[in-house]
C-alpha cells in the first residue's frame, strides 16, 4: 500500500512531465491460465495502472465479448501460461485454435501492437509453448511487439522474470501510447521498444517509478501521512458477529498497524530487534530462518509489493449446514468408487512407499479408459489442518455456520470475480475442507497482506523481507522451496491473524491430483488400477514435524497399510475419481510399430497398461506381426523397490516385452541379464542404460519409425533422458548438438517422442 500511495502521488509529477494529456491512456490486458498465476499477475498489472495514469480493461481470452483485438488500436499485454505437454490453458485453447487459422491473411493483426509475458516451466517439456505459439502467431499476422517478451521459468521461481519484466512494462506502454499519440497516421512504424532495458519512450522523462525504500527517510514521512488518513486497506483480524450472522470482511476498522507505520522502516531488523533494550551490543543470530534474519538483509531498505486490493465480502450466518456432503463433487463426470485392493509395492525404509490401489469402476459402465489415460483424484484438506485453521481464524464454533462469499462492490480490483470454485450455500467446515488449498505455499502477495494483519514489529518486518525484491533469495529458501504451507506460516507468525476473507481471496482451488492409468480394461474389466508414492515433505525452518503430501497422505491413511483389513477386500472406503480428458500418450494404433518406454519409479504405471494391452491383442491377433517392444525401468534396490518386477519379468518371457532393462541406483553389484558388472561400469539411472543400447534406440527412432514414451519425475529423470537422446542422436547420426536438438523436436512434432511427466 505504500508503494501504491507513493506511487501515486510520484504520478501526479509524472504526468505532468510525461504525457502530454492527448495522449490517450487506455490499454488492454488479456490472459490465459490454468492455475491462477497469470490471471492474478494480469489483476496486478491492471490495479497498478492506475497509479500510472492508465486506463487498464482486463479480461480472460476465452471472455472474446469483452474485446476485440480485430479493431484494438491500444496496446494490448498478454499474460499466458502454459500447461501439460506444452498445451494453453484451458481458458486460452479457443483464442489459440482461432489464431492459428490458416485462413488469415499476412497483415490480419497490422493494426496490432502487443506485449508478452509467458509463464512456463523449464522442468517440462516445450517451455512457455502457449505463449510462444501466440507470439509466433501474432507476429506472422502483421502484430508489432512493443516490449520485449518475458519467458518466466516457474521451475526457479517466475519473479526472476516477472518482477523486472513488470517494472519496465510502465515505461514500454507509455511509450507505446506516447508514439501513437505523435504518429497517428501510422501509429506502429516499428516496434516502440525491444527491451525493458531501453527507454522505449524518448518523451519520458528521467523520473524513476519509485518504489518505496523503507530507508528514505523522507519518502517514508510523506507516504506515512498519507497512509494513515487512507484505512481503505487497513484491516483488523477482529470481526462482529450479529445474530443474523458475522460481517467479517465490513468490519476492518482503521489498522493498529497502520499507527504504527513507523516500524515499516528498516531501522526494525528481525535480527537484532529489541536487542538494545539492557543497553547491550545488539545480539545477532547465527542462523538466518523463515522468522529471522541476518545483516545483511535484516538491514537492508525493502521494496514490498504493492498491497493487494481486498475484493470479498464475506459473512457467516447461523444455519447449521451440518447435512453438506460433497455436493459439488457429485457432477455427472466425478464418480465415487471403491477401493477393491490396495497392495503396498515396496519393502524397508531406505525407499519411497509405493502403493497400488485398484478401484472397482463396474457401476460405471462409461467409466473406460485407454492405457495411457489419466484420471483425477479428489482428496480433502487433513482434518487436523481444517481444524487448526478455524482455530486461527478463533472460528471453530462457527464451523457448521453457512459461508457467504460476495463481491465487495468498493473494490479497486480490476476484474474481480467470486471464486466459482466456491459453491453457494456452504459450511465454513466444507469450505475449508474441499474447496481451498490451504496447504498452498503463499505467493509474494498473500505474506504482503499479511503483513497488515501481524501485530508484532519483529514478525511484520520478517514477512516484509519476505515479499520483498530484497528477500528474494530468502522467500525461496524458506517459503517456496520447502513447500511451507499457509498454515505453517501462520504458526510461525502467531501475531499474524488474518480474516477469512483474506484467507479466501488468496488460497486457490482445492486442486484434484492425477494419476496415470497402471491397468488395461482388456485384462482388468471394470477395474482400474494406479500407483502412487507417498510424498514425504522433511522437517524444515518452519515445519517442525515432517508431513505426508495432501493426497498421497489421505490414501495412506484411508487403506492403513499397517492393518490387516488392507488385504480384505470390502472394508476399504470410496474414493471421488473423473477421468481426465483424452490425451496423446498412448500406444501406437499400428502393432507393427516398435516403441521404448522409460520409466523408473510410479513411472513404469502407464506402461503396465500398455503391456497389458498387448498381451492382450497379441492373443486376439497370433497372426499379426508386432513392433518390438522395449522397457527401461529404474529403482534404487532390486529387491525393496523393483516395482511389477513379477509381472515385468512375466512379459518378458511369454514374448510381449522384448527387451526389459533395469538399473539399481543403490546397489553396489548388480546383474544385468546374466553379466555381473560391477559398479563402475553397471548403469545406476535409466538414462545409462539408454545410452548402453544407443544404436538399438537410434534404429527404432529413426529409421523403423518407432516410438518413445517417458513417464515419471519431470525435475531430474525426464531432463536427463532428455539430454541423453540429444547425445545418442549426436554421437550415431553424426551431427551437432543443434542438429540433434531439431531431430528430437521434429520426434516430438510427430507425437513419436511422448512425455508423461509430473512433480
Ligand atoms: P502435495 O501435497 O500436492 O505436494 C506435492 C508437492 O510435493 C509438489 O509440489 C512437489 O514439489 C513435491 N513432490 C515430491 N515428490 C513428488 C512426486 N513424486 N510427485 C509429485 N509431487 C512430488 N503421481 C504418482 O505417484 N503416480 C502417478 O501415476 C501419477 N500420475 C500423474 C499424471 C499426471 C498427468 C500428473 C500431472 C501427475 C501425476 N502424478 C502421479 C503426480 C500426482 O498427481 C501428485 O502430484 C502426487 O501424488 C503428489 O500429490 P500430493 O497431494 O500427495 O502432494
Given at each position: 500500500?505504500?508503494?501504491?500511495?507513493?506511487?501515486?502521488?510520484?504520478?501526479?509529477?509524472?504526468?505532468?512531465?510525461?504525457?502530454?494529456?492527448?495522449?490517450?491512456?487506455?490499454?488492454?490486458?488479456?490472459?490465459?491460465?490454468?492455475?491462477?498465476?497469470?490471471?492474478?499477475?494480469?489483476?496486478?498489472?491492471?490495479?497498478?495502472?492506475?497509479?500510472?495514469?492508465?486506463?487498464?480493461?482486463?479480461?480472460?481470452?476465452?471472455?472474446?465479448?469483452?474485446?476485440?483485438?480485430?479493431?484494438?488500436k491500444a496496446p494490448v499485454v498478454f499474460i499466458v501460461s502454459t500447461t501439460g505437454?506444452?498445451?494453453?490453458?484451458?481458458?486460452?485453447?479457443?483464442?489459440?485454435?482461432?489464431?492459428?487459422?490458416?485462413?488469415?491473411?499476412?497483415?490480419?493483426?497490422?493494426?496490432?501492437?502487443?506485449?508478452?509475458?509467458?509463464?512456463?516451466?523449464?522442468?517440462?517439456?516445450?517451455?512457455?509453448?502457449?505463449?510462444?505459439?501466440?507470439?509466433?502467431?501474432?507476429?506472422?499476422?502483421?502484430?508489432?511487439?512493443?516490449?520485449?517478451?518475458?519467458?518466466?521459468?516457474?521451475?526457479?521461481?517466475?519473479?526472476?522474470?516477472?518482477?523486472?519484466?513488470?517494472?519496465?512494462?510502465?515505461?514500454?506502454?507509455?511509450?507505446?501510447?506516447?508514439?501513437?499519440?505523435?504518429?497517428?497516421?501510422?501509429?506502429?512504424?516499428?516496434?516502440?521498444?525491444?527491451?525493458?532495458?531501453?527507454?522505449?519512450?524518448?518523451?519520458?522523462?528521467?523520473?524513476?517509478?519509485?518504489?518505496?525504500?523503507?530507508?528514505?527517510?523522507?519518502?517514508?514521512?510523506?507516504?506515512?501521512?498519507?497512509?494513515?488518513?487512507?484505512?481503505?486497506?487497513?484491516?483488523?483480524?477482529?470481526?462482529?458477529?450479529?445474530?443474523?450472522?458475522?460481517?467479517?470482511?465490513?468490519?476492518?476498522?482503521?489498522?493498529?498497524?497502520?499507527?504504527?507505520?513507523?516500524?515499516?522502516?528498516?531501522?526494525?531488523?528481525?535480527?537484532?530487534?529489541?536487542?538494545?533494550?539492557?543497553?547491550?551490543?545488539?545480539?545477532?543470530?547465527?542462523?538466518?530462518?523463515?522468522?529471522?534474519?541476518?545483516?545483511?538483509?535484516?538491514?537492508?531498505?525493502?521494496?514490498?509489493?504493492?498491497?493487494?486490493?481486498?475484493?470479498?465480502?464475506?459473512?457467516?450466518?447461523?444455519?447449521?449446514?451440518?447435512?453438506?456432503?460433497?455436493?459439488?463433487?457429485?457432477?455427472?463426470?466425478?464418480?465415487?468408487?471403491?477401493?477393491?485392493?490396495?497392495?503396498?509395492?515396496?519393502?524397508?525404509?531406505?525407499?519411497?512407499?509405493?502403493?497400488?490401489?485398484?478401484?472397482?469402476?463396474?457401476?460405471?459402465?462409461?467409466?473406460?479408459?485407454?492405457?495411457?489415460?489419466?484420471?483425477?483424484?479428489?482428496?480433502?484438506?487433513?482434518?487436523?489442518?481444517?481444524?487448526?485453521?478455524?482455530?486461527?481464524?478463533?472460528?471453530?464454533?462457527?464451523?457448521?455456520?453457512?459461508?457467504?462469499?460476495?463481491?465487495?462492490?468498493?473494490?479497486?480490483?480490476?476484474?474481480?470475480?467470486?471464486?466459482?470454485?466456491?459453491?453457494?450455500?456452504?459450511?465454513?467446515?466444507?469450505?475449508?475442507?474441499?474447496?481451498?488449498?490451504?496447504?498452498?505455499?503463499?505467493?509474494?502477495?498473500?505474506?504482503?497482506?499479511?503483513?497488515?494483519h501481524t501485530g508484532d514489529t519483529v514478525q511484520r518486518r520478517r514477512l516484509q523481507?519476505?515479499?520483498?525484491?530484497?528477500?528474494?533469495?530468502?522467500?525461496?529458501?524458506?517459503?517456496?522451496?520447502?513447500?511451507?504451507?499457509?498454515?505453517?506460516?501462520?504458526?510461525?507468525?502467531?501475531?499474524?491473524?488474518?480474516?477469512?476473507?483474506?484467507?479466501?481471496?488468496?488460497?486457490?482451488?482445492?486442486?484434484?491430483?492425477?494419476?496415470?492409468?497402471?491397468?488395461?480394461?482388456?485384462?482388468?474389466?471394470?477395474?482400474?488400477?494406479?500407483?502412487?508414492?507417498?510424498?514425504?515433505?522433511?522437517?524444515?525452518?518452519?515445519?517442525?514435524?515432517?508431513?505426508?503430501?495432501?493426497?498421497?497422505?489421505?490414501?495412506?491413511?484411508?487403506?492403513?497399510?499397517?492393518?490387516?483389513?488392507?488385504?480384505?477386500?470390502?472394508?476399504?472406503?470410496?474414493?471421488?475419481?473423473?477421468?481426465?480428458?483424452?490425451?496423446?500418450?498412448?500406444?501406437?494404433?499400428?502393432?507393427?510399430?516398435?516403441?521404448?518406454?522409460?520409466?523408473?519409479?510410479?513411472?513404469?504405471?502407464?506402461?503396465?497398461?500398455?503391456?497389458?494391452?498387448?498381451?492382450?491383442?497379441?492373443?486376439?491377433?497370433?497372426?499379426?506381426?508386432?513392433?518390438?517392444?522395449?522397457?527401461?525401468?529404474?529403482?534404487?534396490?532390486?529387491?525393496?523397490?523393483?516395482?511389477?518386477?513379477?509381472?515385468?519379468?512375466?512379459?518378458?518371457?511369454?514374448?510381449?516385452?522384448?527387451?526389459?532393462?533395469?538399473?539399481?541406483?543403490?546397489?553396489?553389484?548388480?546383474?544385468?541379464?546374466?553379466?555381473?558388472?560391477?559398479?563402475?561400469?553397471?548403469?545406476?539411472?535409466?538414462?545409462?542404460?539408454?545410452?548402453?543400447?544407443?544404436?538399438?534406440?537410434?534404429?527404432?527412432?529413426?529409421?523403423?519409425?518407432?516410438?518413445?514414451?517417458?513417464?515419471?519425475d519431470a525435475k531430474n529423470m525426464a531432463k536427463d533422458v532428455n539430454d541423453t537422446?540429444?547425445?545418442?542422436?549426436?554421437?550415431?547420426?553424426?551431427?551437432?548438438?543443434?542438429?540433434?536438438?531439431?531431430?528430437?523436436?521434429?520426434?516430438?512434432?510427430?507425437?513419436?517422442?511422448?512425455?508423461?511427466?509430473?512433480?
Amino acid at each position: 500500500m505504500l508503494r501504491k500511495l507513493f506511487s501515486r502521488c510520484m504520478f501526479e509529477t509524472r504526468q505532468n512531465l510525461k504525457m502530454p494529456c492527448e495522449v490517450n491512456t487506455r490499454f488492454v490486458i488479456l490472459y490465459g491460465s490454468q492455475k491462477g498465476q497469470a490471471q492474478s499477475i494480469a489483476e496486478g498489472i491492471a490495479v497498478e495502472a492506475e497509479d500510472h495514469g492508465l486506463v487498464a480493461e482486463l479480461s480472460c481470452l476465452n471472455q472474446s465479448e469483452k474485446y476485440n483485438l480485430e479493431k484494438e488500436k491500444a496496446p494490448v499485454v498478454f499474460i499466458v501460461s502454459t500447461t501439460g505437454d506444452g498445451e494453453p490453458p484451458d481458458n486460452a485453447l479457443q483464442f489459440v485454435k482461432g489464431i492459428k487459422k490458416k485462413t488469415l491473411s499476412t497483415d490480419h493483426y497490422k493494426h496490432l501492437c502487443y506485449a508478452l509475458l509467458a509463464l512456463g516451466d523449464t522442468n517440462y517439456a516445450n517451455f512457455c509453448n502457449c505463449g510462444k505459439t501466440i507470439e509466433r502467431r501474432l507476429q506472422a499476422l502483421g502484430a508489432k511487439q512493443f516490449y520485449v517478451t518475458g519467458y518466466a521459468d516457474d521451475g526457479v521461481g517466475l519473479e526472476v522474470v516477472v518482477d523486472p519484466w513488470l517494472e519496465g512494462l510502465w515505461k514500454a506502454i507509455k511509450g507505446a501510447l506516447s508514439k501513437m499519440a505523435s504518429d497517428k497516421v501510422d501509429p506502429l512504424k516499428g516496434p516502440v521498444g525491444d527491451s525493458p532495458k531501453q527507454d522505449p519512450d524518448s518523451l519520458l522523462p528521467d523520473v524513476e517509478l519509485n518504489l518505496l525504500s523503507l530507508n528514505d527517510h523522507q519518502n517514508c514521512k510523506s507516504v506515512r501521512a498519507l497512509a494513515i488518513t487512507d484505512s481503505k486497506y487497513a484491516r483488523t483480524a477482529s470481526y462482529s458477529a450479529s445474530d443474523e450472522g458475522t460481517t467479517l470482511s465490513d468490519a476492518r476498522p482503521a489498522s493498529p498497524v497502520l499507527a504504527s507505520q513507523s516500524h515499516d522502516t528498516a531501522s526494525v531488523s528481525t535480527a537484532a530487534s529489541d536487542t538494545h533494550k539492557d543497553g547491550g551490543a545488539p545480539h545477532v543470530p547465527l542462523a538466518a530462518s523463515l522468522t529471522c534474519s541476518l545483516p545483511p538483509l535484516s538491514q537492508s531498505s525493502l521494496n514490498v509489493p504493492a498491497l493487494p486490493p481486498p475484493y470479498l465480502h464475506v459473512s457467516l450466518q447461523d444455519v447449521d449446514s451440518r447435512e453438506q456432503t460433497v455436493g459439488h463433487l457429485n457432477n455427472e463426470n466425478v464418480h465415487e468408487v471403491p477401493i477393491e485392493r490396495a497392495i503396498q509395492l515396496t519393502t524397508g525404509d531406505l525407499v519411497k512407499t509405493s502403493l497400488l490401489l485398484e478401484l472397482d469402476t463396474s457401476a460405471y459402465p462409461t467409466m473406460t479408459y485407454l492405457p495411457g489415460d489419466s484420471f483425477d483424484v479428489f482428496c480433502p484438506n487433513r482434518a487436523t489442518e481444517v481444524e487448526d485453521m478455524l482455530c486461527r481464524l478463533g472460528l471453530q464454533d462457527k464451523k457448521h455456520h453457512q459461508v457467504h462469499v460476495s463481491l465487495n462492490k468498493d473494490t479497486k480490483k480490476k476484474g474481480a470475480q467470486v471464486p466459482s470454485y466456491i459453491p453457494p450455500s456452504i459450511s465454513l467446515l466444507y469450505l475449508l475442507t474441499w474447496c481451498l488449498e490451504i496447504r498452498t505455499v503463499p505467493k509474494k502477495a498473500f505474506l504482503r497482506a499479511l503483513v497488515e494483519h501481524t501485530g508484532d514489529t519483529v514478525q511484520r518486518r520478517r514477512l516484509q523481507e519476505l515479499c520483498s525484491k530484497q528477500g528474494a533469495t530468502e522467500y525461496n529458501q524458506y517459503v517456496r522451496d520447502p513447500g511451507l504451507s499457509i498454515l505453517e506460516v501462520l504458526t510461525a507468525f502467531p501475531s499474524c491473524s488474518p480474516p477469512l476473507c483474506l484467507l479466501i481471496e488468496h488460497l486457490p482451488k482445492l486442486q484434484p491430483r492425477p494419476y496415470s492409468a497402471a491397468s488395461s480394461c482388456l485384462k482388468h474389466p471394470g477395474k482400474l488400477h494406479f500407483v502412487f508414492n507417498v510424498v514425504e515433505f522433511s522437517a524444515c525452518s518452519g515445519r517442525p514435524v515432517g508431513r505426508r503430501g495432501l493426497c498421497t497422505g489421505w490414501l495412506f491413511d484411508l487403506i492403513n497399510p499397517g492393518k490387516p483389513k488392507c488385504s480384505g477386500s470390502h472394508a476399504l472406503p470410496k474414493i471421488h475419481v473423473s477421468l481426465r480428458p483424452k490425451c496423446s500418450f498412448r500406444l501406437p494404433s499400428d502393432l507393427s510399430v516398435p516403441f521404448v518406454m522409460v520409466g523408473p519409479g510410479t513411472g513404469v504405471a502407464p506402461f503396465i497398461g500398455f503391456l497389458q494391452q498387448r498381451e492382450k491383442e497379441r492373443q486376439d491377433n497370433p497372426e499379426a506381426v508386432f513392433g518390438e517392444t522395449w522397457l527401461f525401468f529404474g529403482c534404487r534396490y532390486r529387491d525393496r523397490d523393483y516395482l511389477f518386477r513379477e509381472e515385468l519379468e512375466g512379459f518378458v518371457t511369454s514374448g510381449v516385452l522384448d527387451h526389459l532393462k533395469v538399473s539399481f541406483s543403490r546397489d553396489e553389484l548388480e546383474m544385468e541379464g546374466n553379466e555381473v558388472t560391477t559398479s563402475v561400469a553397471r548403469p545406476r539411472y535409466v538414462q545409462h542404460n539408454l545410452l548402453l543400447h544407443r544404436q538399438q534406440i537410434t534404429e527404432i527412432l529413426l529409421k523403423k519409425n518407432g516410438c518413445l514414451y517417458v513417464c515419471g519425475d519431470a525435475k531430474n529423470m525426464a531432463k536427463d533422458v532428455n539430454d541423453t537422446l540429444i547425445e545418442i542422436i549426436k554421437t550415431q547420426l553424426q551431427v551437432d548438438q543443434l542438429e540433434a536438438m531439431k531431430t528430437l523436436a521434429g520426434l516430438r512434432e510427430e507425437k513419436r517422442y511422448l512425455q508423461d511427466i509430473w512433480g
